[in-house]
């Protein structure tokens, strides 16, 4: 068969593309090497839906960045994915810095942006105490706020697949060829580069001496490789987006990879800061941000480091140790000890300075280097992705049977006077699995009943919210494990912590000999 | 299970089993346990190798036989258990508290008492508030969650093992993944002596040739996927790595035993006062808190190293809200007459009231008040030094005019074992002023 679009990366922006496009008769791929939506920038970022102040005008991030902020919200209601509408402050703490807060006040006003002021840092202290006393004054955005930026691209993308959009996660794309009428698509699984699971191997086996039978090949060759033939393709790859424009056009944009790293707060430091807390952006760069999270935890970083490993997300004392020192300069309180996760993304800036958004080729549409504001954009991208569409003929129909929309249960926000009723009725939502977030077994298996249903621990957590919180699945992961495994009919040994690989068990323990 | 309690236990580890136990035999006809698991029994469960009950039961057991001799003395007693449910919000009233529990069998529902004990033990500290840079791969554990998945869920973890701290699960556990056939490379502490017992350091890392490295830490982990090797370098006295130590380590799996935290999150959304230094209540010489009729014992009050001193604290706290509930309507009787503020049989709340005071040398007390006219004969101050002390020392009580109180010795001191001293009531009633300090000082 031959799709008829075939979307490269299930990231944010592959999720909302695959979205819109369900709305249309087309027959939609959408490409994931990971084994889950939302593995890359999309699920390691600062969580924020930006106010539009930031970008400058006449960029593809400053005409999309408002728009896409009204959308994601709009967006978020539809499909129940959390989010807040905090606001955000850009806070100058010298008065020099005051000038840079007018100069983003007019950028902002430029895009669009509404609602925007700048006010004195006694006014601004007053809203959030928390704040150091050396705040000399504050742009207020009120427009923006903080989202749960996994679930939004899972949801968008559940709605895709329940209306007919082919999902098809570990599939790494190899090579394309146009072969006049659609393209072909070399895909490699890429679970065929991971040990098989060792069924037989000696437990007693010395580390480092042969495990199992057999030399098990890596992928190199043709092995495990499928053609995927597509007539259109579009480039949602991320960080790996110009490697998929050069296997179709000559190169013209390069990714800089760029690490950023942060720290995830415990809630148990109480209510620090109540809106996004951004730094002036100075000579020096952006600064830290520090922001609450949906589950009113706290995020603080990134930092910005060129990375030569893409997929490298390690986090360094280093950069810790100084995002530690730049956010106690905006928030003295802050605590590096009352972190529960450290975690660092990988952004897909470019040597182009801006997304890089149009046809490449023939049938072949860029949505490249997605950076920050991506997230928030993301669902303007995909609005501009399908004008394109539309003026090259390939919209002609909406789909009449289109089901929109999506609920999710969470047993926190079950109106108390509904729970006993609510538990009576379902069962599975009275037994606590995660302590720490208070989230039940009824809606970790309702997350594997969905359209996507989540194949690791980490899936789970990303629908359901288990082991968020300050155990970090210290407490929750085995039995997470245990459910995923009873409800998929799976071997436990088989099942991963998080992306293909990443298995947490390695064999079951000895055994009892019952001696004649 | 009634809509009222006199007593309702959260947790049914040992804790919350000695507490129901004692508050029984105290006098109390209505008692609930409530525990989250799918049986009673809490860490013990996993805790397969032996070494409890030296004290208290003065025999050796493994830590299920132990809880199994807590389940079984509740046999029969009356006591209502409620299995696989959660207490998810306590609402301190004055005349009576309010639970709000949840389960799958009995659902979600509001249940009030008299008194309350909190045994909801610990948790495990986890890589992110050590912040140990690398990836996030998978094959990181704390060992609590490992020593569940080899002793519960039966399946092996790793093979190659690095252990990180020295606290005794980490100890027990590099000693069980050996018996599995892993092989644990090393232990590696950042501190320059252990957290953990001497008899686990002995039993579990030289009996198998496991060496244990002082100031030591991990600086990296690496791999994508799963781990593929760690850095471990040695630090300075601030504990920051100095270059030209780094050791690599060839692993598939990191064990984590860097701490324990007592769970307190229900007890903060309650209003209980926490004590920074133990991350668990404050409390008056029967562990009771800060909010009259909630007592605490046990892991979540402050981490014990012995299951023992954990049911000899826990008999205390149920005995206590034992009396508490019965003098609350003993006093409902009795109301109107004029009652005596000052002995053991007017309400302690009015007692007068002392604190004890840990100078730099002492991590914590507990308990933290004493109320001389509430104690019977004798009470039992634990505590934990801050460094070890390999030649003798005192521990020194003083009062507000830095008269000495009481003074113990000891022969040696380690921050990873518990020590507790008696103090008499006849030396707390002279005891002046409003505090006692409590520090390791010279012999004199």
Redesign the interface.
Known sequence: MIFDVAIIGAGVVGCAVSYYLSQYELKTALLERENDVAMGASRANTAIIHGGYDPVPGTWMARLNVEGMRRCFELCEELDVECRKTGSYVIALEDEQTETLKILLEQGVANGCEGLEIIDGDACRAREPHLTEDVAAALWVPESGVINPWEFALAMAEVAVRNGVSFMPNTRVCDIAWEGDHYVIGAADTRES?EPLDRDA???????SARGTGEQPTTGGERGKTMIRARYLINAAGVESDTIHNMVAPPSFEIVPTRGEY??LDR?VGPLVKSVIFACPSAAGKGVTFSPTIHDNFLVGPNAEVIDDR?D?????AA?DDIARKACRMVPDFN??T?????AGVRANSTCGDFVIGKAAENFLDLAAIKSPGLTCAPAIARAALDILREDGWLSERKADWRGGRRVVRFKEIPEEE??A???DH??Y???IC??E?IT?GEIVASMKREIPPVSIDGVKRRAGTGMG??????C??RVL?IIARESGRD??SI???????????????KAVRRE | MRDHYQLIVIGGGPAGLGAAFSARRGGLDHILIVERDVELGGILNQCIHNGFGLHYFGEELTGPEYAGRLIDRLAGLGIDILCDAMALEIMPGEQEHSLRLVSADAGYRLVTCEAVVLAMGCRERTRGAIQIPGTRAAGIFTAGTAQRYVNIEGCMVGRRVIILGSGDIGLIMARRMTLEGAEVLACVELLPYSGGLTRNIVQCLQDFNIPLFLSHTITKIEGKDRVKRVTVQQVDENFRPIDGTEMYYDVDTVLLSVGLIPENELSRAAGVEIDPKTSGPVVYENRETSIPGIFACGNVLHVHDLVDFVTEESESAGEAAAAYVLRRSDTDKVRGRDEDHTGKSGDPRQASCFSLVPDQTIAYTVPQRIRPACVDNVVRVYFRVKAPYKTPKQIVFRDGERRIVASFRRPYMAPGEMEHVVLKRALLDGVRGDHLTVSVEEIS
Request: proline residues 8%; positive net charge; aromatic residues 10%.
């Open positions: 991971f000696e437990p007693y086996a010395a580390a480092g720290y995830l148990t997929d997300t390690a986090v360094t004392r810790l590096p000890r972190s529960i996760r450290n975690f729970r006993a609510f538990v009576r069962p599975l009275g037994r606590v302590r720490c208070t077994e300050r155990c970090q699945g210290g407490f992961g085995p245990g436990p040994l991963e912590e998080d992306g293909a690989g990443s298995r947490v068990l390695v064999s079951e323990t000895k």
